[in-house]
């Protein structure tokens, strides 16, 4: 679209002393025909000035945002943000008016296009705003008449900011740059900008305005803003019901995030498959897709998850230390891992596998965690963990005992597990010669979910005896509900 650009004419009257006698005449021809005529003399001259006027440029006016299923909205507008589910927009722009011409500008808004002084919605000036700009970590404080902002809107918070070429711009001054107006979902809304100025038409002093491009922008659809999800998944209220229903007053209803691993694995066996969950499903068309909500969640799928047989694999090692080395600089290992598998029965070691994990630091105790994300918590189960013999090595120092603590991290909070044979101030002893089956009665979590922490608990003075290493193998763990019988 071809900008207009208009021509704009100051003359002023100087006064001046010479000697020059004669006089001389100084006409214009104005485009519409008629002809302006300025007498100079011995105490008058007449100075023109011409500015090149464009109308007012909107910085960067491309802002979108992201939403489900790849679907980017596209708002025409320099910011957009919410206040309590209400949508906020924000427009920044300056213009290019000498300041002789005195100009004031503002911002145009309506809900049909052809905007003009007569025929708009809403008129608003934007006041000459102290504004903050911060330029990598650093802060000023700018005060521009050529530069001016706007939000849009039917809320706005004591101070905004807007991302601007990089820079946020922070407006404190809000109110006064404020169109209060509610922005309705699938509405189209239409701005321009504006400046009033004087210029002398006819030999007189009157306010002219500069309106600067119309633009548009459109509220979209989006199913977060109706709390609809891109796939099923149950709303908060099926949620509260749900524990409310099979988990302890004492437990926090846990999140959909937390129970999602053990819904898909029930919706994947021949039960989750076949039960009929389509009166508990509502969905909905939206900008960016369908959406879905789960409006009640089965009591079946509790039977299911709270009766079911839990294996932690021990080749699915959640978490082992590292430490930072300055040689390499950066973080590495503490403990090398083998894995073994296919291990002899006669050893008989619960899945046939293991991981020995091997200090690379001897003046130190290792930990390593597992997670299970199916412990279901309010559950009472018997927990067994395995430890394996050495099977292959059979140096000296790895037929050496060590001894372990272990700890139970459920949600944020973490707690020892009183193992049998614990001793007072230390671990459980594991012998290299054979497996060690530690077995605890009604255990039970209170989040969705399970670390098991284990930590080797030999001092250095055994270390330097020669009485235990910190050389763990795990093998597999098990966690079988227990009933009331």
Request: glycine share 6%; aromatic share 12%.
């Amino acid at each position: 679209m071809m900008k207009t650009r208009t021509k704009l004419l100051i003359i002023a009257f100087m006064g001046c002393f010479t000697d020059v006698v004669a006089q001389d005449v100084t006409i214009l021809h104005m485009k519409d025909g008629t002809t302006k005529r300025y007498t100079n003399g011995v105490k008058g001259a007449t100075s023109i000035q011409f500015f090149d006027y464009a109308p007012a440029k909107t910085y960067a006016p491309d802002y979108t945002s992201k939403h489900e299923n790849n679907y980017v909205a596209e708002w025409n507008v320099n910011q957009v943000c919410q206040i309590d589910g209400e949508y906020v927009v924000g427009l920044f722009w300056e213009d290019n008016l000498p300041s002789n011409f005195k100009a004031i500008s503002g911002v145009l808004f309506g809900t049909a296009p052809g905007l003009t002084l007569d025929n708009c919605q809403e008129k608003k000036y934007a006041t000459d705003a102290y504004v903050q700009y911060r330029y990598s970590g650093y802060l000023s404080f700018v005060t521009d008449e050529h530069t001016h902002y706007m939000w849009i809107g039917s809320k706005i918070k004591k101070s905004m900011c807007m991302n601007i070429d990089g820079k946020n711009f922070i407006s404190y001054d809000t109110i006064a740059n404020f169109i209060r107006t509610p922005l309705e979902v699938d509405h189209t809304y239409y701005y321009r900008t504006f400046s009033e100025g004087k210029a002398l038409v006819g030999g007189e002093e009157q306010t002219v305005v500069f309106y600067g491009e119309e633009r548009s922008f459109r509220v979209p659809r989006i199913m977060a803003d109706y709390v609809y999800y891109p796939y099923l998944r149950a709303t908060d209220k099926a949620l509260a019901t749900f524990a409310a229903a099979h988990l302890p007053d004492s437990i926090a209803v846990p999140t959909w995030k937390q129970w999602e691993p053990l819904w898909n694995l029930w919706r994947a066996t021949d039960e989750g498959k076949n039960y009929d969950l389509s009166a508990d499903i509502t969905t909905e068309e939206f900008d960016d897709g369908t959406g879905y909500r789960l409006n009640r969640i089965p009591d079946e799928f509790y039977t299911w998850i709270a009766n079911r047989e839990i294996v932690i694999d021990p080749f699915n090692v959640l978490e082992i230390p590292r430490v930072y080395d300055s040689t390499v600089k950066d973080s590495v290992y503490t403990m090398t891992l083998s894995y073994i598998e296919n291990v002899d029965e006669k050893w008989g070691i619960p899945g046939g596998k293991y991981i020995r994990f091997e200090p690379l630091i001897t003046t130190m105790n290792q930990s390593i965690t597992y997670r299970s994300k199916e412990v279901v918590p309010g559950v009472r189960y018997k927990l067994q963990m395995n430890l394996a013999p050495e099977t292959g090595e059979e140096s000296e120092v790895y037929m050496l005992p060590t001894k372990l603590r272990v700890y139970s991290i459920s949600g944020d909070k973490s707690d020892e597990i009183d193992l049998p044979g614990k001793e007072a101030k230390g671990g459980v002893t594991i012998p290299p010669t054979e497996t060690t089956t530690i077995e605890m009665d009604n255990f039970s979590t209170t989040a969705v979910g399970l670390d098991l922490r284990y930590q080797t608990a030999v001092s250095n003075a055994e270390i330097r005896r020669g009485q235990f290493n910190r050389i763990l193998r795990i093998a597999e763990m098990r966690l079988t509900p227990m009933t009331d019988e």
